[in-house]
């Protein structure tokens, strides 16, 4: 069986990516760490395939991934659809906040993450 969680070549950069959050980052990690959106496991920076999601809650098989400025371009654009539609065929669920809004309307992202859930 093909091993797609986690990669072991991944693991310094993931290392790397725990220990730099962006804020926005940094500030969701507070909401969703110790399974405190209704008991749901989140991991961060946890790889699937070759790709780093920012945070991954396997129980639900979502990612919740927030978008910086880097994400604004047409490149970054074709290449998040890409990793989306990739990581949808293996039954993974993607989300995508702008990092504002994480700011600006926590509520709503968490209620959005939430709505997300299967049960």
Known sequence: MKRIHNRKYLEPYR???RKSLTP??????????????????FRRQHSIENYIADFYCPQERLIIELDGQVHFN??????????????NMLGIRVIR????????????????????FKN
Do not use: M, P
């Open 15 to 17: 290392k790397k990516l």
């Open 24 to 41: 926005a980052e940094a500030f969701l990690w507070k909401h969703l760490r110790n399974s405190k959106l209704e008991g749901r496991k």
């Open 74 to 87: 047409e490149a970054a654009r074709e290449y998040d659809k890409k990793r989306t539609d990739d990581l």
């Open 97 to 116: 906040f702008e990092n504002k809004v994480v700011f600006d309307n926590l509520d709503f992202v968490i209620q959005k993450i939430k709505d997300n």
